[in-house]
């Protein structure tokens, strides 16, 4: 069974762009999570989506958005890039996304570096 | 406010000896407990699980266990071996709709296993 994919792997953007990530589940697997890691802050929940609909958010700005297409694939899409923003971008699947079901696998993520 | 602590940044230990990393949560919700482990430039890896009803769970080389009253959780890791030098970071997750989704990790520990 093929593991969860994030393409692109790298990015360099400049302030003010805007940038999409993709994200291709496990096949079977209904949710999938976003979560930005960066050496101060570690692994942060950025959101969840399951059924094409966001059930979950964390605390990040409204800059970040995403959305999850009928065949469990997302995207995440930051708009208006601040330095900040530079980090990796991981995401993860699982079969729903709840109790012992929250077993999350991750792709091997995308870095985003802002300029 | 870190509900998922891991107080020992990194640990060494010689190959073939015990590793035990640890863990601990300040939230008594958090009912499904993860360890995963991460390379450079690449996504977490998921290794071991444990739910709240549960005080241990073994899988080959890898045993965690749960102390509830505590708020604890240890990863150990019998016997060590230099492929298991990695960054390995303990999660939680909680029941309810406003939790689907979501991780919560604590900061990492490193790990080196020298031969």
């Known amino acids: 069974k093929a593991g969860v994919t994030q393409t692109p792997r790298y990015l360099i953007k400049t302030r003010g762009q805007q940038v999409t990530l993709s994200c291709s589940p496990i096949s079977g697997h209904r949710s999938v999570s976003w979560y930005q890691q960066t050496p101060g802050q570690g692994l942060q929940f950025l959101f969840e989506?399951?059924?094409?609909?966001?059930?979950n958010k964390g605390n990040f700005p409204g800059r970040f958005s995403g959305r999850q297409f009928s065949n469990s694939r997302s995207e995440m899409n930051v708009s208006t890039l601040e330095l900040g923003d530079s980090a990796l971008y991981l995401c993860?699947?699982?079969?729903f996304g709840q109790g012992t079901s929250n077993e999350q696998f991750f792709g091997p993520g995308t870095r985003l570096t802002v300029l | 406010d870190q509900q998922v602590k891991q107080n020992s940044p990194s640990l060494s230990v010689q190959e073939g000896r015990i590793s035990i990393l640890n863990c601990d949560y300040t939230?008594?919700?958090?009912?499904?407990f993860l360890w995963y482990k991460k390379y450079p430039a690449e996504g977490p890896t998921f290794l071991i699980s444990?739910?709240?009803?549960?005080d241990k769970n073994e899988d080959g080389r890898f045993t965690v266990f749960l102390n509830k009253s505590a708020k604890h959780l240890s990863l150990h890791i019998v016997p060590s071996q230099p492929g298991d030098s990695a960054v390995y970071f303990c999660?939680?997750?909680?029941?309810?709709?406003?939790?689907?989704?979501?991780?919560?990790f604590g900061q990492g520990t490193t790990l080196q296993v020298k031969p």
């Open positions: 989506y399951f059924s094409e609909t966001q059930r």
């Open positions: 999660a939680a997750s909680a029941h309810g709709s406003g939790n689907t989704g979501k991780l919560i």
């Open positions: 444990i739910s709240s009803i549960k």
């Open positions: 993860a699947s699982s079969l």
């Open positions: 939230n008594s919700m958090f009912d499904y």
